[in-house]
Structures are given as structure tokens and as C-alpha cells.
DNA sequence: CCATTTAATTTCGTTTCGAAACTATCTGGC
DNA sequence: GCCAGATAGTTTCGAAACGAAATTAAATGG
């Protein structure tokens, strides 16, 4: 009763809130923290202006103004794609790396890794579900790892194939299998679900 | 690796944003939906409009501002303190409460509701002990119910004395108990931890 | 080759927000 | 009782964020 699904709802609402929200003291507002994390965190096909409104559930307009100003203030550099030339993604720079270093929502990343593993693994696993659900319902994004998307094709193991995603079909590289994607679609879980005793999956 | 503590700080960002981030057609906005949720599930000595800028983490002036805004709507009444004439209260109206089954925030909570209840618990747990890590670097708010709050005193078993809030000296009744509280602060896991598979605390 | 779609940007008016000033009330010491 | 300081709430005002719509440019697919 005191640990019920809303209750759980209302902290994750007010601890993303408050952990988020610069303590008026900082460089940044809260929309370009969020946009200086984004693009120092997902893949490369995702590092976009489109990718950064999926993220941060707002239009493009709004997300390429984000963008335009951190990339005035010197923090984000941009970088015209090879294969489509409307396509342009960012790239921060070392001012944004440092940068990086004052992000308020670092405050909770610390306190997640004082957790175990395995509690972070099942609340990634909660996390993850809850957004499969949200996106159901509206035509949401669903955040992941390239590593767990179905999308991804790895390269064969003769090194014939690249790997690539399958959504963009864009190549990428291993420094992206661990970074954050915004087409992201989960695996289907086979008989062998490495997590038996993970969050159910709704029927 | 693929369940970093980074990533699960990013995934729970986008889920509270893209979670409580009306689609736009909406009767309220993001700000009014989330004043409308907490004057609900508040207890009475949190459903001040200082209560709910610590909920909402924004300012007292921007607060007040909000819950004007849905008192003109009709969906909050405004209710003076006996106690404290500087203070006011708000209920919700029965409009209001008919409006809070539109609630944008109930798709995740359906989601949380298909959850194991063990697992959700777990969650409650893992979300409560990062916000106590982060109001303890910054001077933030903890949110929790009445009844695991320290501040709680019960009356006693013969009757004599009536529940208080310890922080507000103020009476409490038994539908607060499962409330959400501003003031909170959890009590001190005994020996007797009934979690001890709990998430660790920080030394 | 043309119609359609998509990526990004710009513009514009509205809304939201935070900081600071202000009023009213409570509290504690003397 | 009285005054200083703290606290609850409100208001004001300028800055930022936002959404919607229009615009440009390029890819895609018959």
C-alpha cells in the first residue's frame, strides 16, 4: 500500500524533476543540459536535432533552437552527414566534455551507482518496459542501447559485414553499441530470456 | 555495461518527461497537470502552494502562479488554515478530480501497475534512496508517505494523543497515512530492516 | 521526372518561468 | 507587550521556452 504503482509514478516524476533542474546557479538551462547530455550520449545516427526533440519530447523547432544556442556558446560542433545531405549531427566539444563534468542530473547518476549491479540492471529493465508501454499508447520514443536493439546487425563474425542500423541503415561503430538510441526497438525476448525473473511483459 | 547507471539516469529523464508531457491536445499544461496530481494525492500539511514548489521543484512565485491558474479553472478550491492565517490549502473540486482520469501521467502508471508487486516495491525503494542522495548535496525535497516518515506520530494505542506531523505540528487524519508528504524523512532502517535485499545506503 | 516525404530551420506570438520586491503573519527573545 | 527576523503567499517583470506553421533543401518512389 505505502509502495503503490502511482506513488512510484509521482517520486520517479519528482526525482527526474528535481535531479534535472539546475540550481539556478549553473551555466546552463535545463533544456541545454539536457541537449549537452544527449549529444554526449547517443549513437551517432541519433546525435541529431530531430533525435535530440525525440528525446527530450518536444518538436524540432524547439530542439533546433536548444542546439543552435549550445553550438553558439561554443560547447557543440556540427558535422553535415556524408550520405544525406539534409542530415547534419553534433559532436561535443572539449569545452562541452568539461562541461559535462557540472551536469546537475549527475548528482543521481551518482547515486545509482551505489546501488548494485543488479539493482540497476532491473531498474533499467523497469525503466525500459515502462517506455515500450508510454510509447504504445502515443507514438512516443523509446530510449536504448544500439547493443540491445533488434535493429542492430552486427558485422558477421568473417568481418564480411559491417554492422549497421537497421532503422537508418547507417553504419556504426563499436563505440556506439553501448550509447543511447532513439529508434530504438527491444529485442523480442526468446524461450532463453536471460531474465526470468524480470518485469513481466504485458500479455 | 548495457545497464549503466548513466543510462538509467538518462532513461528515467526521458520517461518522466515524455510520461507527463501532454500530447498537446490536452486540457492542461505539463505544470498544471502535475499541480492537479499532487493537490490529490498530498496529505493536507503538503497541499500548500509552497508544498507543491517543492514537489514541482520550481519556485514559490511560479507555484503560486500555477495554482491560481487552476483555481480559476474550477478544478481547486482554495481552503484558508486554521492554524496559520498566512497559510492556505487546497482541495480538489469534483471537476477536478473527473479531470485527473486525463491525467497524461496515468499511462505509466498503468505500466507500473502490470509490474510484479514485489518489483514495484523495489522501485519505490531504489527511487527513494536517490532522492535522499539528492536533497543531500543540494537542500532538495524527499517525497514519501506519511507513513514511513519519521515525523509521524501516531496516536497512541489507547487514544490518547492524535497523529501529528512531528515537522508541522499539525493533525493528521488516517486517509493522510498513504499520503505524499513534502516533509519527508525516512525513518531509520533498524536492525529490523524488512527489506534487507534493499538497495544499499550510502555508507 | 514529378509527387511525396523527410530533415532542418526560421518566424511569431503565447506561455512559462525565475528572481526580486512586497504584504501579511508568525515566532522568539527581551 | 514589542520588535527583529523568519516564513507563507502573492505580484511584477524580463527572459526563456514552447508550439504551430511556413520555408528550404534533399531524399525517395512510383
Not at 9 to 20: G, I, Q, W
Not at 81 to 97: I, K, N, W
Not at 160 to 179: I, K, N, Q, W, Y
Request: charged share 20%; proline share 7%; with cysteine.
Amino acid at each position: 500500500m505505502p509502495a503503490s504503482p502511482q506513488c512510484a509514478a509521482d517520486m520517479l516524476f519528482h526525482l527526474a524533476r528535481s535531479a534535472s533542474h539546475p540550481g539556478s546557479d549553473t551555466a546552463l538551462t535545463a533544456a541545454q543540459w539536457a541537449a549537452l547530455r544527449f549529444f554526449a550520449r547517443a549513437s551517432r545516427p541519433s546525435r541529431t536535432p530531430s533525435g535530440f526533440a525525440r528525446f527530450h519530447a518536444t518538436t524540432r523547432g524547439t530542439a533546433s533552437q536548444t542546439v543552435k544556442s549550445l553550438e553558439r556558446l561554443g560547447y557543440l560542433t556540427r558535422v553535415s552527414s556524408a550520405h544525406d545531405r539534409r542530415s547534419v549531427t553534433f559532436e561535443l566539444t572539449e569545452t562541452g566534455c568539461d562541461c559535462l563534468g557540472n551536469d546537475p542530473l549527475r548528482v543521481l547518476e551518482a547515486a545509482l551507482e551505489k546501488l548494485p549491479p543488479a539493482e540497476v540492471r532491473r531498474l533499467c529493465d523497469v525503466l525500459q518496459s515502462s517506455m515500450v508501454a508510454v510509447a504504445g499508447n502515443q507514438d512516443e520514443t523509446v530510449l536504448g542501447t544500439c547493443n540491445d536493439c533488434r535493429n542492430l546487425t552486427r558485422g558477421g563474425e568473417g568481418g564480411a559485414d559491417l554492422p549497421v542500423c537497421g532503422r537508418t541503415s547507417e553504419r556504426l561503430e563499436a563505440s556506439d553499441f553501448a550509447r543511447l538510441c532513439v529508434q530504438f526497438s527491444p529485442k523480442v525476448t526468446g524461450p532463453e530470456d536471460s531474465n526470468p525473473d524480470g518485469p513481466a511483459v504485458s500479455p
